[in-house]
C-alpha cells in the first residue's frame, strides 16, 4: 500500500488550482482609502510594471524604468513615495462560497478605482481643452478686420488715381464738427497713418482739426510768415501755388491779385502752413485805404470766436491784440462788441444766451431787430433777418438741426447767395453816413474775406453801408455781413494793428473772431 505525504498532496493540489484559476483582477486603491485601510482583506503583491499601469491609465508619458523588485511589508510601501501614489493588490482567489460582503467590498474597491482613473482622465481633456473666446471678443476681431479691409482698399483705390497727382486735381477737405469723440480722433489718425505710409508713392494731405473745447489754439509758426513789397507782389503766387499743390485750395480761386492798386509804402504779408493760407495787405479804392484778408483754411474748427474769459456776460474788457495774442491767433478781427448793445441774437459754444422778446422801438423786438449771421459746425454763414418771427424752442431747434457754432449780431447782410442786398434803414451802424466799416465775407468753402475801410492819418473814411455792401460784392463773395465799424473795427496781424484805428488807439471789447493753424505745437519750431 502506498503511503502518501499529506504536505506534498496539498501542494500538487495548490499547483493545480493556479493553473486552472481565472485571471485576476487588479484594482487601484485611492490614495485616501491607503490611509484609512489598516489590514486589506486580500493578499498584497509587490506592483506591477509602472509602464503598465500608465499604458492602463492612458498617460502619453509614462516611465521606462523597471517595477521595484516584490516583498515589500505594508509599512515600507507606505514609506515609499512611489508606493503611496499607486498601490496593486492582487484579489483572493475565487471561493464556491464567496460571501455577499465580500463580494461588495471588492466590487466597491474596484468601482472607487475605476472612478479615479475616470476622474484622472477627465482631467486631463479638461486640462487640454482650449478656451473658448467670447462672442463679442470674435465680435470685435471681425468688425476690425471688415474696418482694416475697407481702409486698405480705399486706399488702394486712391493710390491708383494719384500715384502722379496733376496740380489741378485736388483733395476734399474733411469737415469737422470739432467734436473730441472718438470717431473724429479714430478718423484723423487713420488719415494721417495713411499719409505717412504711402508718403513715397502718393500725396496724402494730413488732416488736422482743434477740438471744440478747445480755449487756445495751436500756435502758429514764425517760419511759416512772410512779407514781400508790392513791388514784388508776384511772389505771392508762388506761396498761393504752393497751397494750390497741396490740395489746401480746394481748386478754388484766390481773390488776391498782384496788379491791385496796393497803398504805398506798405507791405503784403502772409502765412502759410498745411492747414491754411492767409494774405494780407492794404489797397486804395476811390481814394481810401482799405485793408483786405483772404483766408483759407483746411478745417471748419480753425475759424473760430473768443468771448473775454470765455463767457457770455464777463463785464471785462480787453484790446483786441491782447485777446487774440491769449488764443494764439494767426489772424484776429473785431466782432459785434456784443457787450455794447442788448439787442439781436447771440449763441455762443452751442448754447442759446440772448433771445428777449421785450419791445425795443415800436414794432421791432429785442431779438429780430438786426440780422443775424451763424457760423456752422462745417464752417458756412446761415442769415436770420430782422423781423423774422420765432419762438425760443423754435431758435433752439434752428440752432440743434444747422449745427450753429455761433452768432455775429451787428448787420446787416450785405450779400446773400452771391446777390446783393441794399439796405435802406437798419438800427445801428449809421448806415447813411461816410463811415468807418468792417466786414467779413464767404467765397467759397472754408474760404472767406475780411475787408475794413477807416479814417487814416492822410484821409477820412467816405462809404455809406451800401457802398460798402458794393466793395465786398466786387470781390466775388457769396455771403457777406457788416461788423461793427468806427473805433471797433480793427485786423490783429502778428500781435499788432494792421489797419489804422480811429482816433490813432485800441479801443477795449469784449470778443473777438480769429483764424488759428490747426497743426498741433510739437511741429512748431521753437
Known amino acids: 500500500m502506498r503511503e502518501y505525504d499529506l504536505e506534498e498532496i496539498l501542494a500538487e493540489y495548490a499547483e493545480q488550482n493556479e493553473e486552472t484559476a481565472q485571471p485576476e483582477e487588479e484594482a487601484v486603491l485611492p490614495e485616501e482609502e491607503i490611509e484609512t485601510a489598516a489590514e486589506p482583506p486580500y493578499e498584497e503583491e509587490a506592483p506591477t510594471d509602472e509602464n503598465d499601469l500608465a499604458e492602463e491609465r492612458g498617460d ?19 514609506e515609499d513615495p512611489d508606493a503611496q501614489l499607486t498601490r496593486v493588490f492582487r484579489a483572493p482567489k475565487p471561493e464556491k462560497a464567496e460571501s455577499g460582503q465580500k463580494r461588495g467590498n471588492a466590487e466597491s474597491r474596484r468601482t472607487a478605482g475605476q472612478r479615479n482613473a475616470e476622474e ?34 480705399g486706399v488702394l483705390a486712391w493710390t491708383l488715381q494719384n500715384v502722379h497727382p496733376d496740380t489741378s486735381k485736388t483733395t476734399e477737405s474733411a469737415r469737422s464738427l470739432g467734436n473730441t469723440n472718438l470717431v473724429s480722433r479714430l478718423d484723423t489718425g487713420l488719415n494721417n497713418a495713411k499719409a ?32 514781400v513789397t508790392p513791388e514784388n507782389a508776384a511772389n505771392v503766387m508762388d506761396v498761393i501755388q504752393l497751397a494750390r499743390d497741396s490740395g489746401l485750395l480746394e481748386g478754388q480761386d484766390v481773390i488776391f491779385n498782384p496788379n491791385l492798386n496796393f497803398e504805398p ?40 470766436r473768443k468771448l473775454v474769459d470765455d463767457t457770455f456776460g464777463s463785464p471785462r474788457k480787453l484790446f483786441a491784440t491782447s485777446i487774440a495774442a491769449s488764443v494764439n491767433s494767426v489772424v484776429a478781427m473785431n466782432a459785434d462788441f456784443y457787450m ?116 487814416s492819418a492822410q484821409r477820412e473814411a467816405r462809404w455809406t453801408v451800401n457802398t460798402f455792401g458794393e466793395r465786398m460784392y466786387e470781390r466775388g463773395l457769396q455771403q457777406a ?45 521753437p
Open 60 to 78: 502619453e508619458d509614462y516611465p521606462d524604468e523597471e517595477a521595484e523588485p516584490a516583498g515589500k511589508t505594508a509599512e515600507e510601501a507606505m
Open 120 to 153: 484622472r482622465e477627465t482631467g486631463k481633456k479638461r486640462r487640454k481643452k482650449p478656451k473658448k473666446e467670447s462672442f463679442g471678443k470674435k465680435l470685435g476681431f471681425g468688425v476690425l478686420s471688415l474696418i482694416f479691409m475697407a481702409v486698405s482698399l
Open 340 to 455: 455794447f448793445r442788448d439787442f439781436g441774437i447771440v449763441v455762443y459754444d452751442r448754447e442759446l444766451y440772448r433771445f428777449s422778446e421785450d419791445t425795443y422801438t415800436g414794432m421791432y423786438k429785442k431779438y429780430n431787430c438786426t440780422d443775424t449771421m451763424f457760423v456752422t459746425g462745417e464752417g458756412d454763414f446761415i442769415f436770420w433777418h430782422r423781423l423774422q418771427e420765432a419762438t425760443p424752442d423754435q431758435m433752439r431747434a434752428f440752432i440743434e438741426e444747422n449745427n450753429i457754432l455761433f452768432s455775429i449780431a451787428f448787420g446787416p447782410i450785405l450779400v446773400e447767395d452771391g446777390a446783393l442786398t441794399p439796405c435802406d434803414w437798419y438800427p445801428a451802424g449809421e448806415i447813411d453816413r461816410g463811415y468807418s466799416r468792417a466786414g467779413i465775407g464767404q467765397k467759397d468753402h472754408l474760404h472767406y474775406f475780411y475787408m475794413s475801410l477807416n479814417h
Open 196 to 227: 505717412n505710409a504711402l508718403s513715397d508713392i502718393a500725396y496724402i494731405p494730413k488732416h488736422y482739426t482743434i477740438p471744440e473745447g478747445e480755449t487756445v489754439a495751436p500756435r502758429p509758426q514764425e517760419t511759416s510768415f512772410g512779407s
Open 265 to 304: 509804402n506798405t507791405n503784403i504779408q502772409y502765412y502759410y502752413d498745411e492747414t491754411i493760407l492767409t494774405i494780407i495787405w492794404k489797397e486804395l479804392i476811390d481814394g481810401n485805404t482799405v485793408t483786405c484778408c483772404e483766408v483759407k483754411v483746411a478745417d471748419a474748427s480753425q475759424f473760430r
Open 481 to 525: 455781413y457788416c461788423l461793427d465799424g468806427g473805433q471797433t473795427s480793427e485786423i490783429v496781424w502778428r500781435g499788432a494793428p494792421f489797419n489804422y484805428i480811429d482816433f490813432g488807439g485800441e479801443r477795449e471789447v469784449s470778443d473777438i473772431m480769429y483764424f488759428a493753424t490747426a497743426i498741433p505745437d510739437s511741429g512748431v519750431t
